[in-house]
Every structure is written in C-alpha cells, then in structure tokens.
C-alpha cells in the first residue's frame, strides 16, 4: 500500500477518534506524515490528507480550550478524568444527553444523591434528599415574573426602608437610622437575640448537580426570609431562578416570592433568599414552604474572575469591598449572612458601586457598609459579578 494511501487513512480514524478527544495523537503522527508525502509528492490527494490531519488536531484543542480555558485540567465533576470532563462539557453545551458519564456513585454525592429523575430534578424535604413523592410545585409565578424577581426581592415601602446613604460611593443600611421608639416596638438592635426560625419545614427541587451547604429562615418585623446557600456542580457556568412559595397547615398558598442570580461560575457557591412580607402572612409564619430552583444559560457576561470581594466586620456593621479588576463595568451583587453562633438572624443583599446606578468602574473598587437588625458575632459573604450592560 503507497505511503500516501497509508497517511490518508491514518488521518481519517484521527480526525473520527478525535471527536473523542484521544484522537490528537494518530492526528499528530498523520500530520507529520503528510507533510513528508508532501515534500516528496505535491498533489490535491496528499493536500487533501494533511487538511484532514490538521483537523483532527484542531478539534481535541478547541474542545480542551472549551473545557479548561487556558488552564490546566482540574476537577469539576467528580468521577470524571480529564477526557471525559470534556467530552462531558462539549457535547452537553450541544443539548445531548451525557448524564451517563457520571458514574453513579459520583452523581450521588454531586446531587446530595437522589434517584435520576426525567425532568433533570430532584427533591429534598427539611434538606434531605428524598423520591419525588408526587408533590407538585407551582411554576406559573416564577414564569410570570423571572425577568422582574430581582427587584421584587429588594422592594420595601418609603417607611419601612431603613437605608441611609453616607457618601456618594456607599450606601450605608444602618439601624440607626431608626429612631428609638421604633427599635423598641420591633425589638431590633445589636444587643437583641434574634429569633430561632432555622427548623421551619420545608420541601424543593433542584437541578441535578445544584448542591445545598446550608438552609435557613429568618424573620423581623416586617418581613420572614427563607435562604438557600447553594454550590454550582454542572459543569457550566449558569443563571439560576427560584421560586419561594409560604403555605399555611392546610397546604394553602400564602405568598409567593421570586429570585434570580444572574450568572454563577462552575464549582461556585451562591444564595437564593426568598422574601414574604408579613402582611401577606396576616403578621404570622407560614407553617412551611417550598422552593423549586431552575437553571438556564446565563444572559450576562461573567465577570467573577475579574471581581474580588471581601467582607469583613467593623464595630457592629459588615462592610463589603468590591475591586473591579476588568475593563468593563461590573455589576456585584453581595450577600452578607450574619450569624450569631450557629443561628442565622439576618441576610443583607449589597450591591457595591461608583458608577452609574448600581456598577463598579472599570480598574476601581467600591464598598458599602449595613447592619443586622440583631446580634451577631460572624459573617459570610458570598458574590456574584457579571459585565453590567445597559445599567
């Protein structure tokens, strides 16, 4: 058999087995062939040959590049090599179903384990894995109103907001800015204990590859406050939305709340906080409530890279940093989680700024300073950056 017959070949099962990845090698080997068949025989047969080599060592880089960027290969889906990873995150991005790559003991601590379901979900009850029992959670408001949650989280009455503005750089949401008669009649203050809500029923689904590292439930006079701390373990970077729904002992709906996190990173550790106003609850708590969490892919650029944010206690106050390291302007939502002890007694959403409404200038940093409305003694604070457009 003529070489140029044999580097042809070579180069076909090359560019096929590097559609699983493996195949840059016999890839490599063509290619060097090929360009010796050139050098002895120029013609559109040994051409034809080194392109379909060239190709086959292409398509393993850009599926790598895809998968890891510029970096070395790193774990993102336990159970998963590095070939596999790829192969996993390509051709899942093409909508193909490769859930069969996990092997089934890492899917189970992935998830928190449950069984697979069809819809890509599963389910926990007070936080712990469970079958789908057949409960049905309501999607209508989350559909409804997916676009517009953000605001409908953060929204307080002219009376009821306590945020009071220090410099034009920051905001400052003090206690303080309450007069003493109000702090009284609501029992607020940094000496108060705030109260023990954390074993409030409770019953969600989640996207596979979404796990819970801690749940909680709070309340002050005005509002009651479910909140999830998730990690991000699909394997791509996501937009996350969540529906929070209040039910009385009669499984009756009370009041629905709505939140979306614009882009999280893969392997990345967010939180979803719900918000019931206590006038829709008749000035009491829900005797549970339900979550459902779904993901899609995120409509912003991702900047969380490129943003550093640290925060830290001053005196009786949190205060978040932000530094835009990029040259875009940067949207930081922040999520500060004040604990006293184990016991979470509030959860402040912050948004660093110096620019525009609500972003952070390319090259530059921004803080803003609250308070709890109890006594704490630690903090937590979680992010998320993505470019801000339009804002």
């Known amino acids: 058999?003529?070489?140029?017959?044999?580097?042809?070949?070579?180069?076909?099962?090359?560019?096929?087995?590097?559609?699983?990845?493996?195949?840059?090698?016999?890839?490599?080997?063509?290619?060097?062939?090929?360009?010796?068949?050139?050098?002895?025989?120029?013609?559109?047969?040994?051409?034809?040959?080194?392109?379909?080599?060239?190709?086959?060592?292409?398509?393993?880089?850009?599926?790598?590049?895809?998968?890891?960027?510029?970096?070395?290969?790193?774990?993102?889906?336990?159970?998963?090599?590095?070939?596999?990873?790829i192969m996993y995150d390509n051709y899942g991005r093409l909508g193909l179903d490769v859930s069969f790559m996990v092997p089934n003991e890492a899917a189970s601590e992935n998830t928190e384990l449950v069984s697979e379901n069809p819809d890509g979900?599963?389910?926990?009850?007070?936080?712990?894995?469970?079958?789908?029992?057949?409960?049905?959670?309501?999607?209508?408001?989350?559909?409804?109103?997916?676009?517009?949650?953000?605001?409908?989280?953060a929204s307080t009455s002219?009376?009821?907001?306590?945020?009071?503005?220090?410099d034009p750089n920051s905001i400052f949401e003090s206690i303080d800015s309450l007069d003493e008669s109000a702090k009284a009649e609501n029992d607020y203050g940094s000496d108060k204990k705030g109260a023990s809500d954390d074993d409030m029923p409770s019953y969600?689904?989640?996207?596979?590859?979404?796990?819970?590292?801690?749940?909680?439930?709070?309340?002050?006079?005005?509002?009651?406050?479910?909140?999830?701390?998730?990690?991000?373990?699909?394997?791509?970077?996501?937009?996350?939305?969540?529906?929070?729904t209040a039910r009385d002992g009669d499984g009756n709906e009370l009041a629905t709340s709505n939140k979306t996190v614009e882009v999280v990173s893969q392997g990345e550790t967010f939180v979803?906080?719900?918000?019931?106003?206590?006038?829709?609850?008749?000035?009491?708590?829900?005797?549970?409530?339900?979550?459902?969490?779904?993901k899609r892919d995120p409509y912003e650029g991702n900047l969380y890279d490129?943003?550093?944010?640290?925060?830290?206690?001053?005196?009786?106050?949190?205060?978040?940093?932000?530094?835009n390291t990029?040259?875009?302007?940067?949207?930081?939502?922040?999520?500060?989680?004040?604990?006293?002890?184990?016991e979470l007694v509030d959860c402040i959403w912050m948004i660093p700024k110096n620019g525009g409404?609500?972003?952070i200038d390319p090259g530059s940093s921004a803080y803003i300073r609250g308070d709890a409305y109890y006594k704490f003694d630690r903090i937590e604070t979680y992010y998320t950056a993505y470019e801000a457009v339009g804002e």
């Open 272 to 294: 979803l906080e719900g918000r019931f106003d206590k006038r829709l609850l008749n000035g009491t708590l829900p005797s549970m409530y339900e979550f459902l969490v779904t």
């Open 306 to 323: 490129g943003v550093s944010v640290f925060g830290e206690i001053v005196e009786n106050s949190a205060v978040v940093t932000a530094q």
């Open 158 to 166: 002219t009376a009821d907001a306590i945020a009071l503005e220090i």
């Open 1 to 85: 058999m003529h070489i140029t017959t044999i580097a042809l070949i070579i180069s076909i099962l090359g560019l096929i087995s590097s559609f699983f990845v493996v195949g840059i090698i016999p890839s490599i080997m063509a290619f060097i062939l090929n360009i010796l068949c050139i050098r002895e025989e120029k013609s559109i047969r040994t051409v034809r040959a080194l392109a379909i080599s060239f190709a086959g060592i292409l398509l393993p880089i850009v599926m790598y590049l895809n998968s890891f960027g510029l970096s070395f290969p790193y774990e993102k889906l336990k159970g998963l090599n590095a070939i596999s990873q």
């Open 204 to 244: 969600g689904g989640l996207p596979l590859g979404v796990r819970i590292l801690g749940q909680y439930f709070r309340e002050d006079y005005h509002n009651c406050n479910p909140i999830l701390v998730l990690k991000n373990e699909t394997g791509n970077d996501c937009r996350f939305e969540c529906l929070f």
């Open 326 to 342: 990029t040259k875009k302007r940067a949207k930081v939502d922040a999520y500060v989680l004040f604990f006293d002890g184990e």
């Open 121 to 153: 979900m599963y389910y926990v009850s007070d936080g712990v894995v469970v079958d789908d029992d057949g409960m049905h959670l309501d999607e209508k408001a989350l559909n409804n109103n997916a676009e517009e949650n953000s605001d409908m989280a």
């Open 357 to 359: 409404e609500v972003t």
